[in-house]
């Protein structure tokens, strides 16, 4: 069975930084590319960073700079860094795994406000 749970998230505030993880189950980590992506209301989801089955990590970018991908295949788990948050931050972020399947989290609320 196919998992993918997100950690991390909360309400922040502007200026601060959060660490999202993502443990997944149940595929072979090591062969997928896995994204962060986000949810804000009203919008669509949008890609903020992935990271390939050969581990190069790419940011979108506009969060350069402010955002970092990771990952951890011996922990089947991939890591969002996100700095200096702002207020356009705010959103629900969702974890992806791409290959042969197409698999995503359930979410985690980031809010940023003061």
């Known amino acids: 069975q196919v998992q993918l749970v997100e950690s991390g998230g909360g309400l922040v505030q502007p200026g601060g930084s959060l660490r999202l993880s993502c443990q997944a189950s149940?595929?072979?980590?090591?062969?997928?590319?896995m994204g962060w992506y986000r949810q804000a209301p009203g919008k669509q989801r949008e890609l903020v960073a992935e990271?390939?089955?050969?581990?190069?990590?790419n940011v979108i970018d506009s969060l350069k700079g402010r955002f970092t991908i990771t990952r951890d295949n011996a922990k089947a788990s991939i890591y969002l860094q996100m700095n200096d948050l702002k207020v356009d931050d705010s959103a629900v972020y969702y974890c992806r795994a791409q290959y042969t399947g197409d698999f995503w989290g359930q979410g985690t609320q980031v809010t940023v406000s003061s």
């Open positions: 149940g595929f072979v980590f090591s062969r997928y590319t």
């Open positions: 990271s390939t089955r050969a581990d190069h990590a």
